[in-house]
Every structure is written in C-alpha cells, then in structure tokens.
C-alpha cells in the first residue's frame, strides 16, 4: 500500500486504510505526518513528512518493498501482528477497562452523573 499522506488540513489522522492492509498482509509504505507515526511506523516502511521534501526517499522504499520479496514477507508478518492490536474485541475490552478503572491509574475519577 502506498500512502505519502501529506495533510494540509484536518484529516481523519487514525488510518483505516493502512490498518486494512496490515491485517491483509500487505506492506504498507507511509509518510508519517499526524499520528501515523505512533501508529503505523511500527508496522510499516515509513518516511518523515513532509511528503513533498520526501518524496524520493518515499518511492525508493516503495521501489525496495516491491523488489525484495524476503523483506517482503517478513514486513508483511510484522504488519498482521500489528493490525491484531486492533481487534474490535480488545478494544472494547481495553476501552471498558479505561472507563471503569481510570481512577486507579492515577488519572482523576470521571464525574459521572454529575457526581
């Protein structure tokens, strides 16, 4: 997958896309503006943004993805097991966790109800 993100206003910044080819077993290769970084660098070939001042550096890896099936194969493993922290169960689950428990994580208490 080829995703030379380079935002020049608000965008949806999570990257279901790239999230859809991790879990495929596709490589995804990315400009890392917004929070693509934190997301999907892990899980991917990936360039500093932005696009434009990169762009050379963001064909080539795409170029080198393409060519080199070994690192191919084992990016494209890296990416499923990635994309598996994002099963909708464990999110809810995670999430749940958050929402009930917050308080002893030394975050403060959700105000609840007005409480």
Known sequence: LAYP???VCYTETFGVTVLEA???GTVPVICSADAF???WSPASVS???PYAAHKAEFV???VHVLND???RQVAAAKAMKHA???YWEDLGSRLDQCLRYRGESGLPLVPWGGK
């Open 5 to 7: 993100l380079d935002p």
């Open 22 to 24: 991790c879990a495929s």
């Open 37 to 39: 970084d934190e997301l």
């Open 47 to 49: 360039v500093s943004p």
């Open 60 to 62: 080539d890896s795409l």
């Open 69 to 71: 099936r070994d690192f």
């Open 84 to 86: 598996s922290n994002f």
